[in-house]
């Protein structure tokens, strides 16, 4: 299972926020649209959720993020992402 903390705060993260050119193609990609539609089934809200998050309130984000992370299809959308924006 990926570990959240290392999405995000990696190297590869850091590098992706740095090219718009890539941003794009990562939020269109399916496997990122199926990763959107599994959030919104556990969060309920997404937007709102990223909506407080933002604001300083990511526990409802947060624990849709583990959850996803923990569901097989979840962890395996996430590895192919991380494999094909290396």
């Known amino acids: 299972m990926p570990n959240f ?3 995000i705060h990696g190297k590869e993260a850091a590098g992706l926020m740095k ?4 941003l794009e193609k990562l939020r269109d990609a399916p496997e990122t649209q199926q990763i959107f ?3 919104s089934q556990s969060a309920g809200d997404l937007e709102g959720a ?3 998050a933002a604001q300083g309130d990511a ?13 097989p299809e979840g962890a395996k959308l996430i590895q ?7």
């Open 80 to 86: 192919k992402m991380k494999e094909n924006f290396k």
């Open 5 to 7: 903390d290392e999405l």
């Open 37 to 39: 539609r599994l959030l």
């Open 19 to 22: 090219d718009p050119a890539k």
């Open 59 to 71: 526990a409802q984000l947060t624990r849709a993020i583990r959850q996803l992370m923990q569901d």
């Open 50 to 52: 990223a909506q407080r």
